[in-house]
């Protein structure tokens, strides 16, 4: 919200007040309106709609009801149920019938007392809201990863550049203490010059009833295949299964390597850049059933500064769950159940003011409701996001066409290969464009 914002909205209300007293309507308010159960009046608080209130979708919305200076006006989903759902969560909260429920985004982006939205859409359903909303003057808290494909993401990084919008990613872990500080370990230098890093992500599995039958009356089918190509439907090839399907997402590497690849990323400080070369080393793709993403995975990157990253689905050749910064002088494996260092004493070291000391976040979505108020860059801004997706989204062109990737970081092509450089991004199905 801009301080501009917040004045016009102070303004309104006041003379509404004013107006109400004229005619002699009766001045008994809500105390929550008047902040005076210890929430900031309505003319300081963040609006939010949500957009995808499914299973992250609502974990996410969950967060925002818990935080004092931000209120959910509306709320919206192809699903009725879950925007059903979601409002009647909402409505609770607040103790009023004041939330809207929408099917089409559209409508939500285009209320003018809505300050910021939060984004938990399948993955193919990412950027065009996203650019929407950034075109509608919304800052966005939009879930990992980034973006379907690369062209996608740098289309998004330029809308939010170009509206001056806040962006934070769902990379939450980036606003977790101890990944904070095995970023700090490495980037200052604990384990000498960092050689080799592995991300170890989930493995994947094959599956998906192919039984195709009509949408249940409460799905809005084609609006949920959106820009993606149209298929049959079939109840495993929405809500949670999405992922596991090439069309709508990306299976587990691309599930998380906005978590492991970005912290990853993170210690090495190769944020605002990428890899110079992709090969892949092992992909297993399901034969039968809906699902079409890679279960078994493992793919090379090679860095501009002589770093090796290694992405592979964990125990895939002895590499753990999470990340692992290896040095000339030892290394660092942080995940969200264990932290390790060699040698051991790492691991009791301080961080000296004068040395790389890394973005501190009060907690994933607090950060990005202070950050709409300062209008500071959040812990996982779109840039960096983008980044990260893109190590992913290079990995799954050299696992699909089976062979080494050359590319360029600076201009995002990928050097030499046509047929590669058509995966860097696809048509959309009609009326959809970005």
């Avoid at 990379?171 to 170890?200: D, P, Y």
């Amino acid at each position: 919200m801009t301080a501009s914002n917040m004045f016009t909205r102070r303004s309104f209300l006041r003379r509404s007040a004013a107006t109400i007293a004229v005619l002699g309507f009766p001045s008994i308010v809500p105390s929550s309106a008047l902040g005076a159960d210890g929430r900031p009046a309505p003319s300081n608080r963040i609006t939010m709609g949500c957009i995808g209130v499914g299973g992250m979708g609502s974990g996410n919305m969950g967060s925002f009801l818990g935080q004092n200076d931000c209120q959910v006006l509306a709320v919206c989903d192809v699903d009725a149920n879950h925007a059903r759902d979601a409002k009647n969560t909402v409505d609770r909260r607040y103790g009023n019938q004041d939330c809207k429920a929408y099917r089409d985004f559209r409508e939500l982006l285009a209320r003018d007392d809505i300050d910021a939205i939060s984004l938990a859409t399948p993955d193919h359903w990412h950027a065009i809201p996203a650019i929407m909303a950034a075109r509608a003057g919304k800052d966005i808290y939009g879930e990992k990863p980034f973006s379907h494909d690369l062209r996608e993401g740098r289309a998004m990084c330029e809308a939010i550049r170009q509206h001056g919008r806040i962006w934070q990613t769902g990379s939450w872990q980036r606003s977790g203490a101890t990944f904070r500080f095995a970023c700090e370990l490495v980037r200052n230098g604990r384990i000498g010059k960092v050689h080799t890093v592995e991300v170890g992500l989930p493995t994947g599995a094959p599956g998906g009833s192919e039984n195709y039958c009509d949408p249940p009356p409460h799905l809005d089918y084609d609006f949920w295949v959106g820009p993606a190509p149209w298929a049959p439907y079939s109840p495993n090839r929405t809500h949670w299964d999405w992922r596991w399907q090439l069309d709508y997402g990306g299976g587990q590497m691309m599930d998380w390597i906005g978590h492991h690849g970005d912290i990853a990323q993170w210690g090495l400080g190769t944020e605002y850049t990428g890899p110079v070369e992709v090969e892949p080393v092992q992909a297993e793709f399901p034969r039968t059933g809906l699902f079409n993403a890679p279960t078994v995975y493992k793919f090379i990157c090679k860095y501009r500064n002589g770093v090796t990253m290694i992405v592979a689905n964990a125990g895939n050749s002895g590499i753990r769950m999470g990340t692992k910064w290896i040095g000339t002088d030892g290394w660092v494996w942080v995940d969200r159940g264990g932290f390790e260092t060699s040698p051991r004493s790492l691991m009791q070291e301080k961080i000296r003011p004068d040395e790389i000391n890394l973005y501190r976040s009060p907690g994933h979505h607090r950060n990005f409701l202070d950050c709409v108020k300062s209008r500071k860059p959040t812990i996982t801004p779109a840039e960096v996001a983008h980044r990260s997706a893109s190590i992913g989204h290079l990995g799954q062109i050299a696992m699909l066409t089976g062979r080494k990737i050359r590319f360029n970081p600076d201009t995002e092509q990928i050097i030499g290969d046509e047929a590669a450089s058509r995966l860097l991004g696809r048509a959309y199905r009609e009326p959809w464009h970005l």
